[in-house]
């Protein structure tokens, strides 16, 4: 798992949060997280164990308003600073009860829910590996020559996982679900695929041609 102090790209940190990139430049630029969360060197990123703070400012956006929302940020600043040296499991061990004039919020479950997220995006980039000597190092699912985004877009696209397995044999459930986490956390940039071009290593299930129509003359 991702150490509390790791830096996030906002991609990783909007997956870690369950929320958007958009969001997740929000409050950087809103100055919602504490600056010592942040860091904009060589593009942005946020702390890992300040992704929870994010889940929650949007999350109890319903229950609480922007003023109570950033009082309890603010007050679970100090605690995540003084805490940030130490590893996961002993950071679940805190207090993370904020008191807020009459109320009282839990942040624990926002605790653990970034964790979780945390260990599937560990599992996620154990999963796939990049060589110049495997398809001019483009991410492939590790021990296969199968493009991990080519994966997430077949997901994206509504093909079932029955139907991805067969496309791609080498798979199992669990890396198609890691492989659609490690393609929103590490987006692709450029010219998308052209459409009908098919990737790598994929098996045409089926090709059936249907005529086309021509116009009476």
Known sequence: ??????????????????????????????????????????????LAGACSLITFYFESAR?????????????????LARARTLPWSALLLEDWTVHHEFLTIDLMPFMRGASERLDDLAAA???????????G??????GTRVPVHDVAASVSAGNSTERILETWPGLDREKIR????????????????????????????????????????
């Open 1 to 46: 798992m991702p150490a509390v102090a790791e830096m996030l790209k906002a991609s990783e940190a909007a997956v870690v949060s369950r929320v958007s990139l958009r969001d997740v430049n929000r409050v950087i630029d809103e100055h919602i997280l504490p600056e010592a969360f942040i860091s904009l060197d060589n593009g942005r990123h946020v």
């Open 63 to 79: 229950r609480l308003t922007s003023e109570e929302r950033l009082s309890t940020i603010r007050t679970a600043e100090a605690r």
């Open 125 to 135: 980039r154990e999963v796939v590996t990049s060589s110049a000597d495997i398809l």
């Open 137 to 142: 190092g483009t991410p492939v699912i590790r």
């Open 178 to 217: 890691l492989a659609t986490i490690y393609a929103e956390a590490n987006p692709l940039r450029g010219r998308p695929r052209v459409l009908g071009e098919l990737p790598e290593g994929s098996v045409i299930l089926t090709d059936r041609r249907v005529p086309r129509r021509t116009k009476a003359g």
